[in-house]
């Protein structure tokens, strides 16, 4: 059975930082792109950050960006640093995992991603 499990969500005051984690287990995902998203009550699940799964190239949502950083280790751990967090962060995150595509193409849709985790709470208070 295929899990991604997130921790590391909390609260936390603006300014301050969080690290995300995301563990996979049940099958390897060094061979898929990963990305984190995030949601709030009564949107739609927005992209956050995607990282590669070949060169690592890295991809993120303008309101993140210079922000919030993604990486990963061997494949089977996902982190997303985020620091400098605003009030306008606090959302459930979630991990995901996206197939490989020809061309080194990716997607920020999150239709395009087969497997999720059950997501992590962050909260950032003013």
């Known amino acids: 059975q295929v899990h991604l499990v997130e921790s590391g969500g909390g609260l936390v005051q603006a300014g301050g930082s969080l690290r995300l984690s995301c563990a996979a287990s049940g099958r390897t995902f060094s061979r898929y792109n990963m990305g984190w998203f995030r949601q709030v009550p009564g949107k739609e699940r927005e992209f956050v950050a995607h990282i590669s799964w070949s060169v690592g190239n890295t991809y993120y949502a303008d309101s993140v960006k210079g922000r919030f950083t993604i990486s990963r280790d061997n494949g089977e751990n996902t982190f997303l640093q985020m620091n400098s967090l605003k009030p306008e962060d606090t959302a459930v995150y979630y991990c995901?995992?996206?197939?490989?595509?020809?061309?080194?193409?990716?997607?920020?849709?999150?239709?395009?991603?087969?497997?999720w985790g059950q997501g992590t709470q962050v909260t950032v208070s003013s």
């Open positions: 995901a995992a996206e197939p490989p595509r020809s061309g080194g193409s990716w997607s920020r849709s999150p239709a395009e991603y087969d497997y």
